[in-house]
């Protein structure tokens, strides 16, 4: 479990897909995810301290987890149709 938790996204804005900051959230812009996570609403952020680039999100449509790979990021799925308001 890590213990930097991204909280405070209920109601969660649907629609645009994974999006991520690296200015401490003064800006914005939207990340490709493969498989397509536009649409759905993401509730809950938990990022791994030791790699910011490890993070598990609880979304409508399930458990996903963000790792790097040589081609960008990649969102792997970890239990579909099961999602939390809190990680």
Same mark, same amino acid.
Do not use: C
């Given at each position: 479990y890590? #213990? #930097? #938790?991204?909280?405070g996204?209920?109601?969660? @804005?649907?629609? %645009?897909? +994974?999006? %991520?900051? $690296?200015?401490?959230?003064?800006?914005?812009?939207?990340?490709s995810?493969?498989?397509?996570? =536009?649409?759905?609403?993401? @509730?809950?952020? %938990? %990022?791994? +301290?030791?790699? +910011?680039?490890?993070?598990? =999100?609880? &979304?409508t *449509?399930?458990? @996903?987890?963000? &790792?790097?790979? $040589? &081609?960008? +990021?990649?969102?792997?799925?970890m =239990? &579909?149709?099961?999602? #939390? *308001?809190?990680?």
């Amino acid at each position: 479990y890590f #213990r #930097r #938790r991204l909280i405070g996204a209920l109601p969660a @804005y649907r629609g %645009v897909g +994974p999006i %991520v900051s $690296s200015d401490g959230g003064d800006s914005w812009i939207s990340e490709s995810s493969s498989p397509e996570l =536009a649409g759905f609403a993401f @509730y809950d952020l %938990v %990022v791994d +301290p030791s790699n +910011p680039e490890n993070v598990i =999100a609880a &979304t409508t *449509n399930g458990l @996903y987890q963000r &790792t790097m790979s $040589s &081609t960008g +990021p990649l969102w792997q799925v970890m =239990a &579909t149709k099961t999602h #939390r *308001n809190s990680l």
